[in-house]
T-cell receptor
Framework: KQEVTQIPAALSVPEGENLVLNCSFT??????LQWFRQDPGKGLTSLLL?????REQTSGRLNASLDKSSGRSTLYIAASQPGDSATYLC???????????FGTGTRLQVFP | NAGVMQNPRHLVRRRGQEARLRCSPM?????VYWYRQLPEEGLKFMVY????????ESGMPKERFSAEFPKEGPSILRIQQVVRGDSAAYFC???????????FGPGTRLLVL
């Protein structure tokens, strides 16, 4: 059974810091992994999607890496800004099931 | 190509009433997934449907909840005799084929008074 864990659960940093958010999963037989952003009371914004054949994806100040063998993904946020404050979720698509398994999220606060 | 549409965006029901949540998948997508996010919790899978068929309903409560995806029209998640514990955000996602990228709708926020 696939389990997805995100560490840390919460993070508060000053503006300008570079951040690393972690996502680990127990079953390496995945077809993709996706990082989402969710603002309070809002929907999901897809940030980065990594297919199982890829090692990383980049979009602006965001970089996500994937290491299937160790069951880990990291989301790197460069030069954080107060507007980055949100909850970040990772979700794993596994071959042994058709559903996405979500982590519990990292709640990020970037203060000026 | 419009994204996944969900309506209503907000729904208020009194205990005992019925709630109907609608999801229109992206054009060309025949696979629909429903997820629920309880307050202060992560998203949990409820049900997976492919046109006219329920493929996996392992995450859906056995009583009061049902889902359908007819040949024509949107997918419907139906909650009968709602209780306060049903208050949550319900998200729908669609994909063109199984085990491919799922695209999410904006969600329906259900509040049961």
């Amino acid at each position: 059974k696939q389990e997805v864990t995100q560490i840390p659960a919460a993070l508060s940093v000053p503006e300008g810091e570079n951040l690393v958010l972690n996502c680990s999963f127990t079953d390496s037989a995945i077809y993709n992994l996706q990082w989402f952003r969710q603002d309070p009371g809002k929907g999901l914004t897809s940030l980065l999607l990594i297919q199982s054949s890829q090692r990383e994806q980049t979009s602006g100040r965001l970089n996500a890496s994937l290491d299937k063998s160790s069951g880990r993904s990291t989301l790197y946020i460069a030069a954080s800004q107060p507007g980055d404050s949100a909850t970040y979720l990772c979700a794993v698509g596994s071959y042994n099931t058709d559903k996405l398994i979500f982590g519990t999220g990292t709640r990020l606060q970037v203060f000026p | 190509n419009a994204g996944v549409m969900q309506n209503p965006r907000h729904l208020v029901r009194r205990r005992g009433q019925e709630a109907r949540l609608r999801c229109s998948p992206m054009k060309g997508h025949s696979h629909v997934y429903w997820y629920r996010q309880l307050p202060e919790e992560g998203l949990k899978f409820m049900v997976y449907l492919q046109k006219e068929n329920i493929i996996d309903e392992s995450g859906m409560p056995k009583e009061r909840f049902s889902a359908e995806f007819p040949k024509e029209g949107p997918s419907i998640l139906r909650i009968q005799q709602v209780v306060r514990g049903d208050s949550a955000a319900y998200f729908c996602a669609s994909s063109p084929h199984a085990r491919e990228t799922q695209y999410f709708g904006p969600g329906t926020r259900l509040l049961v008074l």
